[in-house]
């Protein structure tokens, strides 16, 4: 993820009160990749990028349509 995606993964995993510090790997490099650790200190920090996504997809369980009818559209594949 890059700085604008780490400040809404930031805001997300506040509002769900899950724990994690959102930082760029390199903390030189801002502008590079950023992943979610378990403390702000780069010398003792460990990435838990996908417990913190895990814990995220757990607060939105896959819905299930309700019983009824359903509306949509059908869309052919090409050249048919």
Do not use: C, H
Not at 45 to 67: H, I, M, N, Q, Y
């Amino acid at each position: 993820m890059d700085a604008e995606q780490a400040r809404q993964v930031a805001a997300v995993l506040r509002q769900l009160g899950i724990p994690g510090v959102v930082a760029p790997e390199d903390p030189e490099n801002t502008a590079g990749t950023w992943r979610v650790y378990d403390t702000a200190d780069p010398a003792t920090r460990r990435d838990v990028t996908a417990d913190a996504l895990a814990s995220v997809a757990a607060e939105f369980p896959e819905e299930k349509p309700g019983p009824g009818p359903t509306r949509g559209f059908v869309i052919p594949p090409s050249g048919e």
